[in-house]
């Protein structure tokens, strides 16, 4: 099950059953099923706060992914800034919405064993990235 709730700010208008489609077919690209994934958007104010309180780290970003996977399903709870969402669209010339849905399935990717720290491994990270926007473009029709 895949659930989507806000934290102090407005709700991002979603398709969730297209999102639910598009992240249950990158999940089964990677050998995994969807088990439960929460989604919770919030602003940058909050995503600083959840970092320097479960991570000791004191900076924004745009997604933290908290991983509870159990073997060959994927779980986790994401937090999502929308705040630097809409900061990172505007710097990198990409479409919010096209940003947004990077952010959500870069977090799942991280749910499917993809990293983004070590050497290489950002550039292994934009790859899927695109391949799994490529994948909802087409799942829109």
């Given amino acids: 099950m895949i659930t ?4 102090g700010i407005a709700m991002p208008k979603l398709k969730r ?4 489609r598009w992240i249950k077919a ?8 969807v088990g439960e994934i929460g ?8 995503i600083l706060a ?12 745009d997604i933290i992914t908290f991983d509870y996977d159990e073997g060959d399903t994927i779980n986790g709870d994401l937090v999502i800034s929308l705040d630097t969402v809409r900061t990172n669209a505007t710097q990198f010339g990409k479409d919010y919405d096209e940003e947004l849905h990077r952010v959500i399935i870069h977090g799942v990717l991280h749910l499917c064993g993809i990293n983004d720290k ?3 491994e950002r550039e292994i990270m934009e790859a899927n990235e695109n391949k799994a926007l490529a994948l ?3 799942l829109e029709g």
């Fill in 17 to 20: 059953r297209l999102l639910n």
């Fill in 26 to 33: 990158v999940a089964e690209s990677y050998g995994r099923k």
């Fill in 118 to 120: 070590g050497p290489g």
């Fill in 39 to 46: 989604y919770m958007f919030v602003d940058d104010a909050k």
């Fill in 50 to 61: 959840v970092n320097n309180n479960y991570l000791g780290h004191d900076y924004y970003t």
């Fill in 136 to 138: 909802l473009k087409a």
């Fill in 4 to 7: 989507y709730n806000a934290d």
